[in-house]
C-alpha cells in the first residue's frame, strides 16, 4: 500500500519529516478517544499528559500501531518491509497551560543503530522513524510540534541535560536541551493537523450511509505527522482553551541493532522478525479490539 508519494519521499530524506499522513480509520479514532476518555477518569492531568506509554499493547492503540497507511509509510521510509514498533506515548497538554517540550531530537537517548555494513545502503537514511497521530485537531494555538527543516542531516547533536529547566515547565524527562540558532529556529514548521471529522451517528464510514443529514457529516481519516528520529523539533505552551491529544509510535527496522533489553514491549508490524545475532527481542502480537 503505498501512502507516500515520490515527492514526500523526497521531502522526507530532505527536511526531516512530512506532514498530513492519513493514518488511520475514523473508527478507530474513536477507540482512541474512548479508551483516552476512560483514563480521565482514573488520573489527573499531570499523569496523563506524559505518562501513558505502550498503548500499542491494548486492542485500541494495536489498531493505531498497525494501522497500514503508517506501516506502509515507515516501510517506505526505513527502507525495508520489515518493521517493528519499539513503543509508543501519549501526549497531552491541557490547556491554557506553560507546559512545553525543548528542542531535541528522538534518536539521541536511544542506542539504535543499523545493522552492520547496511549504514551507506542507498536510499536509507533513517534508523527510526516517529508517527504523531493527532486524536484531537492540533491548530497553531494549541502548540503544535515543531520541525527543523533539514536538522536530521547533521547527524546526532550534543543535547545539555537540564538545561531547559529554567524555561518552564518542559514536559521531556531529563529536560533535554539541543541548541537552536535563532535563524535555524526560524524556519520551523508547526505540525498543524486535523483529527477528522466522524459520523455524529459514530458509523464511522468513509462514505456515511446513515439517513440523517442534519446530523451527520462525511467522514475522512484523522491525521499524522512522521519524522526522522535525528529531526529537531519540539514545541511551544498550548496557551488556548483546547485540548491537545495525539500519539506517537516509534518504528524500526526490524534488523535494528540496539541493546539487550532495551525495547522489551518491541512487536513486528510488518513483514518477519530477524534471526540475526542481538536482534530484537518481540512480543506477540496484541490482541485486536
Known sequence: MATLTAADVAHFKDEGFHCGLRSLSSAALLAARAAYAALETKHDRQFLSVGVHNTHLLPWGWAIASSPPAVAAAAELLGSA????LGSHVFCKYGPSEEFVSWHQDATYWRLSHPAGSEGEAGRESVVVSVWTALDDVPLETGPVRMVPGSHKAGYLPHELGAA????????????????????????????????????????????????????????????????????????????????????????????VTPKDAWPNSVLVNGAASSAKGALELLPTPASA
Open 82 to 85: 520489515d518493521v517493528v514498533c
Open 165 to 256: 529547566e529554567a524555561q518552564g515547565e518542559n514536559l521531556l524527562s531529563q529536560r533535554q536541551l539541543c541548541p537552536v540558532a535563532p535563524e535555524d529556529e526560524a524556519t520551523a514548521v508547526s505540525m498543524v493537523l486535523k483529527a477528522g471529522e466522524v459520523c455524529a451517528k459514530r458509523c464511522g464510514a468513509a462514505q456515511c450511509p446513515c439517513d440523517d443529514a442534519d446530523r451527520c457529516v462525511r467522514a475522512y481519516p484523522p491525521q499524522a505527522s512522521i519524522h526522522d528520529g535525528l529531526t529537531v523539533h519540539g514545541s511551544e505552551p498550548n496557551r488556548s482553551q483546547l485540548r491537545r491529544l495525539g500519539v506517537t509510535h516509534l518504528y524500526a527496522r526490524a534488523d535494528v
